[in-house]
Structures are given as structure tokens and as C-alpha cells.
């Protein structure tokens, strides 16, 4: 059973940064594609960044050249690094895990709130 645990949300100034983690547990991690989404209050959840099991990494157009994906498969856990940080990216942030044979089938985890705000 995939169990995927959320942290590092919270409050940050305009311009500032946060780290996300998000930890896995219940299966093979390197199995695994990883990807990281966020809603908005009264929008669509949509995808932010994604990390395929190689290492390869995907941006949306959005968080090109402020947010960085990665992973560390023998801690079981992927990270995101936000910075420059801006209003727009005040959603919850959702980690979700998709098995390289199965790659359509979402796992997700139960989120972590983001805002930005002065």
C-alpha cells in the first residue's frame, strides 16, 4: 500500500523560499515516477513538477527557473525547492507517485498548505 507523507508547507514572504518533502513508504522507490501538483482555492489541481524514475525532470511553465524536483531513492523521499516564491503559488501542494508500469495510476499523498502572503 503506497503511503506518501507531505511536509515543509507553511507561510512565506513574497520573493522568499520553502522545501518540500514528501516521503514514501510501502513501496519500491525507484519503481516509481514522482510528481508534485498543487490546487488553489476554486481551481483546477494541476501538475507543477514531475521526475521520472531515470532522474529526468518536467516544469510546468509556471515554475520554470524557480522550482527544482528531486529525489534520493535510498531515503525514499522527493523534494521540491521553491524560490522566488510568489503570490500565485498559494495552493496545497500534493505528492503523487506513479509505478513505471502503471503509469497511469495516481497515488496520492494527503497535502501540505503553501502560502504566500505578507
Known amino acids: 500500500q503506497v503511503q506518501l507523507v507531505e511536509s515543509g508547507g507553511g507561510l512565506v514572504q513574497p520573493g522568499g523560499s520553502l522545501n518540500l518533502s514528501c516521503a514514501a513508504s510501502?513501496?519500491?522507490?525507484?519503481?516509481?515516477?514522482m510528481d508534485w501538483y498543487r490546487q488553489a482555492p476554486g481551481k483546477q489541481r494541476e501538475l507543477v513538477a514531475q521526475?521520472?524514475?531515470?532522474?529526468?525532470?518536467n516544469y510546468a511553465d509556471s515554475v520554470k527557473g524557480r522550482y527544482t524536483i528531486s529525489r534520493d531513492n535510498a531515503k525514499r523521499t522527493v523534494y521540491l525547492r521553491m524560490n522566488s516564491l510568489k503570490y500565485e503559488d498559494t495552493a496545497v501542494y500534493f505528492c503523487?507517485?506513479?509505478?513505471?508500469?502503471?503509469?497511469?495510476?495516481?497515488?496520492w499523498g494527503q497535502g501540505t498548505q503553501v502560502t504566500v502572503s505578507t
Open positions: 503523487n507517485a506513479r509505478h513505471y508500469m502503471s503509469p497511469s495510476k495516481n497515488n
Open positions: 510501502g513501496i519500491v522507490f525507484n519503481f516509481y515516477h
Open positions: 521526475i521520472n524514475r531515470s532522474g529526468g525532470t
